[in-house]
């Protein structure tokens, strides 16, 4: 018998592993007794009660993946309280308001989580305030004018490729707008400044551009990135973002 998993992520931007078993919500112990500081998880399984946890083979908790032989013990809600309420950390209180007040209702209601942010919109979250008044960032018109515009069309771009890299594909759009300035606007190809962009490994300078060159930035992410290199770019990273892409294309008039 195969369970679907869904992985949440917590504040912590941390994976949080929970299983569909039967219609209710099963989740891995490993990944509780992470949150609450718990080190040894079999023994924090031995105190519960026989209907509380229970053992998988790990390709029933991950479809598709070979290793039957390696086990996943996951608890139910119950043990999952027993866990928390035995706890005296700060952290119990919050991951069990969290687990209560979020993941729990959003399952019952929807069937998915829908609290968790993806990767790109959160890079853009932490990033839009750095940039100066009077300049724009490739993140930040990106996230409408790709991210925004893939939504719109019907798909979510992945977190990840395939090789567990993030997909960045701003970084890909401000190398090739860089040399595209120089190339067919070189009086602007210098105008930019650089601002302090942040993600959860790096912190260095990125590019901003003054407003009066967001009109130049539009036209290179919509007659040049999009239909020269975005399904280069996608075609390892995210495959299923192709047939989505020719539906960016501006209309052209009549």
């Not at 299983?19 to 079999?42: H, Q, Y």
Request: glycine residues 6%.
């Amino acid at each position: 018998m195969q369970y679907a998993m869904q992985v949440f992520q917590y504040e912590d931007d941390t994976d949080f592993r929970v299983i569909d078993r039967n219609g209710e919500p099963w989740f891995v112990l490993f990944d509780v007794c992470k949150k609450l500081g718990i080190a040894n998880p079999s023994d924090a399984a031995s105190r519960l009660d026989a209907d509380e946890v229970m053992t998988l083979g790990i390709s029933e908790g991950q479809p598709g993946r070979k290793g039957g032989a390696r086990k996943l013990n996951i608890i139910n809600e119950s043990g999952l309280y027993s866990l928390v309420l035995r706890s005296t950390k700060p952290e119990a209180k919050r991951f069990k308001k969290w687990i209560t007040s979020e993941v729990l209702q959003s399952i019952r209601k929807t069937g998915s989580y829908g609290g968790r942010v993806p990767a790109f919109i959160r890079r853009f979250n932490e990033n839009w305030d750095r940039v100066d008044a009077g300049y724009f960032s490739v993140i930040s018109e990106l996230a409408y004018r790709l991210w925004g515009r893939l939504e719109m069309v019907g798909h979510i771009m992945a977190d990840k490729a395939p090789n567990g890299c993030e997909n960045r594909p701003d970084v890909s759009v401000g190398r090739r707008f860089a040399d595209w300035l120089r190339k067919h606007h070189p009086e602007h190809a210098n105008r930019h400044k650089f601002y302090m962009h942040k993600t959860k490994e790096w912190e260095g300078e990125a590019r901003q551009y003054p407003h009066d060159m967001l009109a130049l930035y539009i036209e290179f992410v919509d007659t040049v990135w999009i239909p020269q290199h975005a399904e280069n770019y996608f075609n390892d990273r995210d495959p299923a973002a192709l047939p989505h892409l020719p539906k960016l294309l501006p209309k052209t008039a009549a």
